[in-house]
């Protein structure tokens, strides 16, 4: 080596990461054309670790602390390398820092509706959105797998991957876990319950902790809810059972809650939008057997009196009842048409 390079070259000292940039999640130091001294410094702050590769080889881990470059402190490099006795001269490594960070407020979705069997409506496709954080757990397996020998590796690079994980296992939850739709809508913590576990199996495969994962919404595609809707006035026009209205109760609870935040009288709203909902039947079923009940066996015959302008009336005010009931949005328009097609049928004999 001639004078002018030997000058030329540096040695490190003090190898370190302040992070300068957020959102970066695996960094190499960059060395150059420079070698690490002897007894140098390795600090690696708190949230961080620090890995050593020789030649694309994976040696030392440090975590949290002030290190001091031996023989004795990095001893898979030592053997690596071959140096059978200590060591008094600069070497070259690759160093790797990882910030270990839980990274917190990460969106998830689903770009496309998951196709899932459901017992009570067969097959359904399911879209979701909602919140979860994780952080970098093991350098070893991240280094490996996803981030590699790359200068910098990103919090958005990352994610890209992640999102395909978490898709692939929600998919693979919900469909063996069998829990109908209804009781997705209604109760969300439980459809997170069945992902969750699956899914921090699937991210420590890739050295990545699943530190939290929620679901703030679960619904059908338009399409799909425009059916339910009508399966739902149809097993009111029918008259439900005592299980399908307390599936309807829950899907009308499921609905009511993310849109509480949308109307004026926000969360203190849900008890009307419940209220509504339960009442719905109830006020169907009164109107359509006032109208429509046919009379029974033995049952008296209506006064022969009583004047005809009455029953005119009285339909009338059904009517004006049930264009309520639509303008309210407690009743579809088919049911409105269905229904009010029956009562000027009997207005007009």
Do not use: C
Request: avoid cysteine; glycine fraction near 10%.
């Amino acid at each position: 080596m001639g004078l002018g390079s030997f000058i030329k070259k540096q040695f490190i000292d003090v190898l370190q990461w302040n992070e300068e940039v957020d959102g970066v999640l695996a960094w190499r130091y960059p060395m150059q054309d420079q070698e690490i001294q002897n007894g140098g410094v390795l600090v690696v702050r708190e949230s961080q670790m620090a890995v050593f590769v020789n030649e694309g080889q994976i040696a030392d881990v440090f975590g949290p602390g002030t290190h001091k470059l031996t023989t004795q402190t990095l001893p898979l490099l030592t053997n690596l390398k071959n140096w059978d006795k200590l060591f008094d001269s600069p070497f070259k490594s690759d160093v790797y820092y990882f910030s270990t960070r839980v990274q917190t407020g990460r969106k998830w979705g689903t770009p496309q509706p998951i196709t899932i069997r459901d017992k009570d409506f067969d097959m359904v496709r399911v879209r979701a959105f909602g919140m979860y954080s994780y952080r970098v757990a093991d350098p070893r397996l991240f280094f490996k797998e996803i981030s590699g020998t790359r200068e910098a590796y990103t919090r958005d690079e990352v994610e890209e991957q992640l999102r395909g994980i978490l898709m692939a296992t929600m998919a693979s939850s919900l469909g063996s876990a069998q829990v109908p739709f209804l009781d997705m809508a209604a109760n969300q913590a439980l459809m997170a319950q069945q992902v969750k576990g699956d899914l921090a199996t699937a991210f420590g495969r890739y050295g990545i902790g699943l530190d939290e994962f929620n679901v703030a919404s679960v619904s059908l595609p338009e399409e799909l809810q425009a059916a339910l809707d009508e399966r739902i006035s149809a097993g009111m026009k029918g008259g439900m059972s005592a299980d399908k209205m307390a599936g309807f109760t829950k899907y009308q609870a499921a609905t009511a809650i993310p849109l509480a935040a949308q109307n004026e009288g926000g969360m203190a709203g849900i008890g009307v939008g419940l209220g509504a909902g339960v009442q719905l039947g109830q006020v169907m079923g009164q109107a359509l057997g006032a109208s429509l009940a046919p009379a029974s066996p033995g049952a008296p015959a209506p006064a022969a009196a009583a004047p005809a302008a009455a029953a005119e009336d009285s339909i009338e005010a059904r009517l004006e009842k049930l264009k309520g009931l639509l303008d309210k949005g407690l009743i579809t328009a088919t049911d409105y048409d269905s229904t009010k097609a029956e009562l000027l049928k009997k207005l007009l004999g």
